[in-house]
């Protein structure tokens, strides 16, 4: 019959000492096996974590940044906004937008308007450059350009890829009286640009110009109005002005036979240009190269 027989004494208390060994702690004296002695080593593997997080919070924000943002998803441009002066605004969803001081503005029909339904103004701190650069309201659906405008685009369009491939010399020289640019690439732009603007600006009263009645009455009749495309009020400019684009430019005379009698309006002008005489200006600038 076999027997267990258990190692003497002194053997046993000398497995126990190498216990540290096992575990790796061989270096550190027997006090620093104390729980607070831990405690750098704890500190140390917190701040490490901290770090990471910190680290991948900011890897998420720039991958947030490069992201497109929900609106555009959606299908919604982005709104003119001076952030600098406005502050920042936040997209809610359903078209319904507010910034950081809590005014509220929305796409509503392909419109950006105001919470009261009227158009919604391009900041007054950037106007004059924007209005330079052909942009006179906030982005909308594009409109639908009449066969004139559509050509007179085209044609600029064809220039500028023949420049860039060098095939055409654009040989521009002003006509006599113009105020187009006589820099090439300024009057190639200043021309396009003509294809957007108003076809026709309403200038109001002074009692129409500070009456919010009077303003949304006239807005639905011209908006009536089959000529036209689509309206923009604009209420920064003293006098307050009705901004028209019409499905036919051509006609604009009509439109102003129609409301210069109104007494609501100080006049009417015909803003629009002469689109077929652009479009043959720029063909007889250019030679194949």
């Not at 991948?56 to 982005?78: F, T």
């Not at 109001?204 to 949304?216: E, K, N, V, Y």
Request: hydrophobic letters at 45%; charged letters at 20%.
């Amino acid at each position: 019959m076999s027997r267990v027989t258990q190692p003497p004494v002194h053997q046993q208390v000398r497995s126990r000492a190498h216990l540290p060994s096992l575990l790796g702690l061989s270096a550190l004296r027997p006090w620093a096996l104390r729980p607070w002695a831990l405690l750098p080593w704890a500190l140390l593997l917190w701040a490490l974590l901290l770090w990471a997080s910190v680290a991948l919070a900011a890897c998420n924000e720039d991958k947030d940044a490069l992201a497109p943002a929900r609106y555009v998803l959606e299908g919604i441009p982005q709104p003119i906004w001076d952030s600098a002066v406005d502050g920042g605004f936040q997209y809610l969803g359903e078209g319904r937008f507010i910034s950081e001081f809590g005014v509220e503005f929305f796409w509503r029909d392909g419109r950006f308007v105001n919470a009261d339904g009227t158009m919604m103004d391009l900041p007054a701190s950037a106007r004059e450059h924007l209005e330079s650069l052909g942009i006179y309201h906030q982005p909308t659906i594009p409109p639908t350009l009449s066969p004139g405008k559509t050509a007179l685009v085209e044609e600029a369009e064809r220039i500028r890829r023949g420049l860039i491939g060098g095939t055409l010399v654009f040989e521009w020289y002003p006509p006599s009286g113009s105020d187009l640019p006589a820099d090439p690439e300024a009057a190639l732009d200043a021309i396009e640009r003509s294809a957007f603007a108003p076809d026709v600006v309403v200038y109001l009263t002074d009692p129409a110009s500070s009456d919010p009645r009077i303003q949304d009455a006239l807005m639905r009749d011209i908006n009536a109005l089959p000529e036209v495309q689509f309206t923009e009020f604009a209420s920064w400019d003293k006098p307050a002005v009705i901004r028209l684009w019409l499905i036919d430019p051509i006609q604009s005379d009509q439109i102003v036979d129609k409301l210069r009698e109104r007494e609501e309006i100080e006049e009417v002008v015909a803003t629009s240009a002469d689109f077929a005489a652009l479009t043959a200006l720029l063909r007889s600038a250019i030679q194949p190269r």
